[in-house]
């Protein structure tokens, strides 16, 4: 039975839509439940709002809310375990007890899958924030999920290599987490996902058990690679405490080139050539259509490039450089432009090649503020999906259509619908911007832009995960099929349901 | 109830050891099966030695054996469906019948993974062959299981692309049975694992359902990646019927060395070298101990360097680059070896380039020669192992002293014990060259081997999978909690045990 905590005097928790799951099978944390969890953690490790010596609900905030300060859990109770044995030891005791758990790495998720939706008991990862091992030769890093991306990044850099995965949040996310969310970012079309770049976890599982298999090997065909299915199911399957990766040679240098194009037709003949003639120096293909860019200028973000640059363009793309060797990358690039230029039919109009790190800086800013650009401009609905690279524009212009022809392209409704993504990727950011977030507007858009994105067999997530924003939206990508089995592994590995309640499956 | 055939004049089956299994739930193909077969099929899709119309047994043989002709099945019955629809329907008519099915590749597998153990029903992919589609801004191309690896080759070569996955067998294996055995091969150090770039499956499962997850996106997270577990299981959670995979543009330059090592301590820190210095065109760093590259040359596998070149070379290293620009690589690889030369207490004593395709292959010959010469050489006990580089050497030294403390190390026993492999992913081939195969020298070796590699928590299985050959060993590599979980697994796919059954679990 779901028990209502004693301190509330709300009979009812009101959940906002979409996400107002109820577990009538879980309990919750009480008094008795902390006795054990003081007999195996340290005080330090253990925040409650529970009597008999509450800490603030202040304290348990930034556990309860999410950045965005979207999604908001009732948890009493965050634990801090130190070692994988005291996961262990937490989950079991969870388990035998049906109290639910939110594993919680840096919390920068966008669709609430580390916010609790009750008040699920959170184990953080924080305190587990060591690097095992580091191989030199072979690359091979062995790191607690708790390590922050940006320290693993650092500790990497004397030893002149790069983590395969680098993302806005780098800051503050975990690698635990990264690996439980499958994390894309910027770095994807050069190394790949974290499918192939991971070569071992270690996993407590929904009953306590530790499934160790951290191997530090880059081929191993002993069997089913179990690890495979914590990778992107986003903490409902387990909590991954350990991960071993390999990482990359650090590239000697990056140059960046800014595109204009004149069409978006040219967009996909440029991605071929660029493809063809930067080979396995390419690192980024950046799609930025019109409208966006110029919100980017308007906000302030990048320096704009110069008015003859930009005219007649109807898209950009900021290509990206990584490599071995400085000269030769600029000879390629270099080369690449010529061709560009001097074709007969041109795909560009313009091209501009950074030639300091400022400008490279500067290239990248317009790309990287393009989120903020829209935030400021308005209430942006943000769509994270993956189609075909030939629908992209298509995407784009068919959703202006449809809110045009709901009478919704106006003042007080929705002033700009803009695209810009990951081409290398297949990954499209369809923004569209309101004036303010109403019903009408969402109810235009949903489902309408799911089944644009299910008619091309794309992805409603390309990179963000489902969490609890888009549990109900998981069928327009995956099939009926599909979600039995999801649901069947869920049953196999969780048959009591605590870990990561409300997540992922409808 | 296992039901002895009626053409069968032996009352046991005498299987060899280790792969002495009986499935004492599985039943036979009998002639009613046959009429629900012929409904579904056509005549040029059944070869069966059954009445009333038995084809010669010589038909079968091809199925029923492997190519090393160790491996021996007692199948009567090979089906060859041309769609997934037929697959599905043979299938649920075997779950719901209870007979076993090994589902078949190219046959080129050498653990015993693809024949099978009994009399179970073959089903061959190879009459499913055809691209389904390839596009070619992206790379990504969708293709029947059944599409042997050479001819996919072929089909990308005008488009300018290449497949992220080249082996010896390529031109009778089958991309379905690569899926499925996770085969790795010689371009894993560039493209990574299949795991990384099979973006879609599409598999039929044990009862008949067709699990469709053939997406071609990138980028897609939308719940748990299933498709994962079946990248690796050998047929034994279902069989693939088609594959959706990231090729890569075609490097425009290939170019290779053979380094001459004083001493294997020497190769970590070449390793290290040649990866800062080569960054992302090296695409092989394949190493090869003194012993077996002279068997290589004593079995007229590769032209010998010259004399000067080896004097006092403890091992060698063959480094090839592939890339986008001929000149920037032979730049590359020039300062490279000027480098290496010219160091104060240089790494290598010689080096030999390549300048021309004919010594290109001629390097590469030596390399790929080493199977063959040791099967000249003698009988080959051969293990397909990942440690940490580091160990390789030891690996070998220390099995060869074990053998020379058991008095093996003799004429009429134990000729070799040699080892080269891909340095670059770990993976070790160990040959033990002995005169016959022959239980003394077996008994030494096993478990001694899995014992050492389990010492270093290495793999018993780089690369070949566990088949039949490997399963009474699986524990090496993998812990009980792993083999535990793989068996739920099973359980829950294949809960009659029907799909290549005494594969891989013991």
Not at 335 to 352: F, K, R
Not at 445 to 457: C, D, I
Request: include cysteine; aromatic fraction near 6%; charged fraction near 20%.
């Amino acid at each position: 039975m779901f028990l209502v905590r004693s301190v509330s005097r709300t009979p009812v928790l009101r959940a906002p839509r979409r996400w107002a799951h109820s577990f009538p099978q879980l309990n919750s944390v009480t008094e008795h439940d902390l006795d054990y969890f003081r007999k195996i953690l340290p005080p330090s490790a253990i925040i409650t709002t529970l009597p008999p010596n509450p800490s603030p609900e202040s304290e348990l905030e930034p556990f309860n809310n999410d950045w965005m300060n979207k999604y908001h859990g009732k948890s009493t109770t965050v634990l801090k375990p130190r070692t994988t044995k005291e996961v262990s030891d937490i989950v079991k005791w969870c388990n035998d007890r049906h109290i639910g758990i939110v594993p919680q790495g840096g919390n920068t998720g966008l669709v609430g899958g580390s916010v609790p939706v009750k008040d699920e008991l959170i184990i953080s990862l924080a305190n587990m924030s060591k690097v095992r091992s580091f191989d030199d030769v072979s690359g091979i890093l062995v790191a607690d999920a708790g390590c922050i991306l940006q320290s693993l990044s650092d500790y990497l850099a004397p030893h002149n290599y790069v983590f395969p995965l680098d993302l806005g949040a780098k800051g503050s996310c975990q690698i635990g987490g990264n690996v439980s969310t499958n994390a894309g970012g910027l770095r994807l079309l050069r190394y790949g996902s974290l499918h192939g770049t991971v070569l071992g976890l270690e996993v407590v599982l929904p009953d306590g058990t530790v499934l160790d298999q951290l191997t530090s090997l880059r081929k191993d065909n002993t069997g089913y690679d179990l690890k495979q299915l914590f990778i992107g199911s986003e903490g409902t399957l387990g909590i991954v405490t350990g991960v071993s990766i390999l990482t990359a040679p650090a590239p000697q240098a990056t140059n960046n080139v800014m595109l204009a194009l004149p069409k978006f037709e040219n967009v996909l003949p440029l991605f071929k050539e660029v493809k063809r003639q930067l080979s396995e120096i390419l690192s980024a293909f950046e799609f930025i259509d019109r409208r966006v860019y110029d919100l980017a200028i308007k906000h302030g973000q990048g320096r704009a490039l110069d008015a003859e640059e930009t005219e007649g363009a109807e898209c950009f793309v900021l290509v990206e450089t990584s490599g071995g060797n400085r000269e030769h990358d600029e000879q390629k690039l270099n080369s690449l432009l010529e061709s560009l230029m001097e074709a007969d039919e041109p795909l560009i109009n313009t091209g501009v090649l950074a030639t300091s790190p400022a400008q490279f800086a500067s290239l990248w800013a317009i790309r990287e503020g393009l989120t903020e650009a829209v935030s400021k401009e308005g209430k942006p609905y943000k769509y994270d999906i993956s189609v075909p690279l030939q629908k992209f524009q298509e995407v784009v212009d068919i959703t202006r259509e449809h809110l045009r022809s709901e009478g919704l392209m106006r003042e007080g409704a929705v002033r700009h619908v803009v695209g810009y993504g990951h081409v290398g990727d297949g990954n499209l950011h369809l923004n569209v911007v309101a004036d303010a977030y109403t019903p009408e507007v969402e109810a235009a858009l949903e489902p309408f832009v799911y089944e644009l994105v299910a008619k091309y067999n794309g992805s409603i997530s390309a990179e963000h995960g489902i969490g609890v924003m888009k549990t109900h939206a998981l069928h327009y990508s995956k099939n009926a099929v599909s979600i039995d089995w999801m649901k069947k592994i869920k049953q196999l590995f969780d048959p009591n349901g605590i870990i990561n309640p409300g997540k992922v499956l409808p």
